[in-house]
Structure formats: structure tokens, C-alpha cells
T-cell receptor, first 112, second 113 residues
Framework: EAGVAQSPRYKIIEKRQSVAFWCNPI?????LYWYQQILGQGPKLLIQ????????DSQLPKDRFSAERLKGVDSTLKIQPAKLEDSAVYLC??????????FGPGTRLLVL | GQQLNQSPQSMFIQEGEDVSMNCTSS?????WLWYKQDPGEGPVLLIA?????ELTSNGRLTAQFGITRKDSFLNISASIPSDVGIYFC?????????????FGKGTHLIIQP
């Protein structure tokens, strides 16, 4: 069974630029999550989707971050405009309602 | 917001030693999970616990869901070099762990030759 796929793996941008990350969950997993992991910390939930609907986006900085999952499968997370403090690893995870969440390899973002 | 206190922050052990780490919370969680993260990779699920008092093993790993639902521990027996990495505890308020997870800050496991 293929795992969670993410791209790109690395991205370097300058502050005030925009960036987008892509995630394809494990086949059949209805729930998809985006987490932000700052160096030295555990992941922090940004947004949770159930199929193509948002379940929880309470910790998403909506003034600059947006995410969508239009067809209930893959998802994109966008940052516009990026700030220095957005430098982090952005992790996508998926779940089939029980048995835990499975993470992708992450996208490492560096904002200069 | 909810916070998980994970300890120790780091561990320096010899190969073959047993390892114990734990996680505590001021609030109740209905699911506890333990993950391992290697450099440059995403967290990998090791053990999921769904019931207070549950004790679950996965090879050399054993984890328990505390009776109060506010804590969990992970033990690793007879450590080997590939056990090196960062171990995270995570809690969910939902019974199946489907809600967003709250993570601890991680325990860095380092095995000295």
C-alpha cells in the first residue's frame, strides 16, 4: 500500500513570496490533515478535512494560509505572503477514522 | 490550549539497554499514540492506544494508556542502533484518534557505541 505522498520535498523562497504544497493521501482515507512542525517542536495541527469539507481550521493563520481538498482526495496548502517565521516542515497525514494517522515525508520550507 | 509534557527531553544510552519515556497532560485524551521520527522524514506510527489502562506491545516496544487518561509511557527493550531518533507522544480527544493530534516536544534517543 502506497503511503502519503507530498511534494515538493524542499522549497526555499524569499519573504513575501507565495508557495504551495501538495499532498496525496493513502487511498481510501477520508480524513486528511496538515501539520506545521517548527524545528525542535512536535507537529501542530493547521487544518483537518473530512472528504472535501473542513472539520477544524481553528489553528490555521487564515490571513496568509489557505488549504483546499476539492475532490476529496488530494490537497494543497498555500502560504501567501510568506513570513520568516513560516520556515518549518509541513506535514500531511491521512486517516481512515480509526487506527491512527499516517504521515507523509513532509515539505521543508525555508523563508529568507 | 492542550499541552503534552514529554520526558525526558533526551536520553543517552548504551546499546542493549532498556528505555523508558513518558507523557503527561493536564487534560484528558481518549486516544494516545506514539510516533518515531527520523531526520528528514515524517513521523512513523509505532503504537496506538484506545482504552484507559490498555497495555500494547509491538515487538520490543510496549506502551500503556494511563488509567486517568492523562498520561502514557513507552518502553523499548534491548535497544539497537536503529532505535536512534525522536519519539513523540500524541493525544486525541476523539475515541478513534481521528481528530487532530496534540503532540509532545519529543524525546531524543541517542545510543552511544
Amino acid at each position: 500500500e502506497a503511503g502519503v505522498a507530498q511534494s515538493p520535498r524542499y522549497k526555499i523562497i524569499e519573504k513575501r513570496q507565495s508557495v504551495a504544497f501538495w499532498c496525496n493521501p493513502i487511498s481510501g482515507h477520508a480524513t486528511l490533515y496538515w501539520y506545521q512542525q517548527i524545528l525542535g517542536q512536535g507537529p501542530k495541527l493547521l487544518i483537518q478535512f473530512q472528504n472535501n469539507g473542513v472539520v477544524d481550521d481553528s489553528q490555521l493563520p487564515k490571513d496568509r494560509f489557505s488549504a483546499e481538498r476539492l475532490k476529496g482526495v488530494d490537497s494543497t496548502l498555500k502560504i501567501q505572503p510568506a513570513k520568516l517565521e513560516d520556515s518549518a516542515v509541513y506535514l500531511c497525514a491521512s486517516s481512515s477514522s480509526v487506527a491512527g494517522q499516517y504521515f507523509g515525508p513532509g515539505t521543508r520550507l525555508l523563508v529568507l | 490550549g492542550q499541552q503534552l509534557n514529554q520526558s525526558p527531553q533526551s536520553m543517552f544510552i548504551q546499546e542493549g539497554e532498556d528505555v523508558s519515556m513518558n507523557c503527561t497532560s493536564s487534560s484528558i485524551f481518549n486516544t494516545w499514540l506514539w510516533y518515531k521520527q527520523d531526520p528528514g522524514e515524517g513521523p512513523v506510527l509505532l503504537i496506538a492506544l484506545y482504552k484507559a489502562g490498555e497495555l500494547t506491545s509491538n515487538g520490543r516496544l510496549t506502551a500503556q494508556f494511563g488509567i486517568t487518561r492523562k498520561d502514557s509511557f513507552l518502553n523499548i527493550s534491548a535497544s539497537i542502533p536503529s532505535d536512534v531518533g525522536i519519539y513523540f507522544c500524541a493525544g486525541s480527544t476523539s475515541g478513534g484518534g481521528a481528530d487532530g493530534l496534540t503532540f509532545g516536544k519529543g524525546t531524543h534517543l541517542i545510543i552511544q557505541p
